[in-house]
């Protein structure tokens, strides 16, 4: 009979490794948790606007997933320089919370949350992996966070006038009445009696999902990463998502102005979101008419095509 030992096998080594992986995880909930929850509650409080932030962690793990193979085979290892990023961004976010006043701000506050988990991530992957985690960071830095109303109206403002010019333009196309005045266009429609009504649409209001933009953004981004190789048909794609979100809201404002012909109240409330909602299906095809054009406007040569050295 062969011998019995009675001392307990040795754990697994991925067992020990996924126990640290998440002690850390719990550990930075933990220390961000103010930052995540407040961030959280405003994403599902304004999901007309921001509700894209609940989708873009995922999108960068999954960036962050497509470039495992690459990863594992750099070989994923410790690396101390890690903890270098990862103490700026802990020290960072304190002072944003406990620092001068000028500091409390949201967008400061996500700039120390990235750069944490980068550092984590460098430390747990090593020095190899950086360059897989920029993207997924930055992607994270960019839409996984609310903008503050003040950075986004330097690019909201100039498009809401744009916008408020454009549907001008196509309600007086369509034979309207309307004037255009700063961000409000007034509709005159003319009664029984040839006295007239004025219906106004304040642009700025009706436009508040320009902040949509952002959206838009993500989406082309990540279009961009995901099927193209070239630097100038990602930039072309991500660029695209201006003019996108531009005649998306002409066409909004269009739609919600001739609704207000119908009864002033469809023009806000719930048919103003739903308007928004079903413009954001024609916003995803412009999205694909465009990636198809920069798809066509390149013919991809195929390894088996190519002849090193002659004419294939």
């Not at 196309?173 to 007034?186: F, H, K, P, Q, S």
């Not at 695209?240 to 012909?261: D, E, H, M, Q, Y």
């Not at 719930?270 to 024609?282: A, D, K, Q, S």
């Amino acid at each position: 009979m062969k011998a019995t030992s009675d001392q307990p096998k040795p754990s697994s080594p991925l067992v020990g490794d996924a126990v640290v992986v998440g002690l850390l995880l719990v550990s930075f909930v933990a220390y961000y948790w103010d930052f995540l929850f407040r961030q959280f509650q405003w994403a599902f409080q304004e999901t007309d606007d921001w509700g894209h932030t609940l989708v873009a962690p995922l999108i960068a793990g999954w960036f962050l997933r497509r470039a495992w193979p690459q990863i594992e085979s750099a070989g994923a290892r410790i690396c101390w320089w890690g903890l270098l990023p990862l103490a700026f961004g802990l020290m960072w976010y304190a002072m944003c919370v406990f620092g001068p006043s000028v500091l409390h701000h949201h967008n400061l506050r996500g700039f120390g949350v990235v750069c944490s988990l980068g550092g984590l991530g460098m430390l747990l992957l090593g020095p190899r992996a950086i360059r897989h985690l920029i993207f997924p960071m930055l992607f994270l830095l960019v839409f996984g966070q609310t903008i503050s109303e003040r950075l986004m109206s330097y690019v909201t403002h100039p498009m809401q006038a744009i916008t408020a010019f454009g549907a001008h333009l196509l309600l007086v196309l369509a034979t309207l009445d309307a004037e255009l005045e700063g961000n409000v266009i007034r509709i005159y429609v003319m009664n029984d009696d040839m006295s007239s009504t004025v219906i106004p649409l304040n642009v700025a209001e009706a436009c508040s999902g320009m902040r949509m933009l952002m959206a838009f953004l993500a989406i082309g981004t990540t279009m961009a990463f995901a099927s193209f190789r070239r630097w100038w048909q990602r930039i072309f794609l991500i660029a695209s998502a201006f003019p996108v979100a531009l005649v998306v809201n002409i066409v909004r404002v269009l739609v919600l102005g001739l609704l207000s012909l119908i009864d002033p109240d469809l023009g806000t409330g719930e048919v103003h979101t739903m308007v928004g909602v079903f413009l954001l299906v024609p916003a995803w095809m412009l999205f694909l008419g465009v990636s198809e054009i920069l798809k066509r406007l390149v013919i991809e040569q195929s390894e088996d095509d190519f002849v090193p050295g002659g004419v294939s």
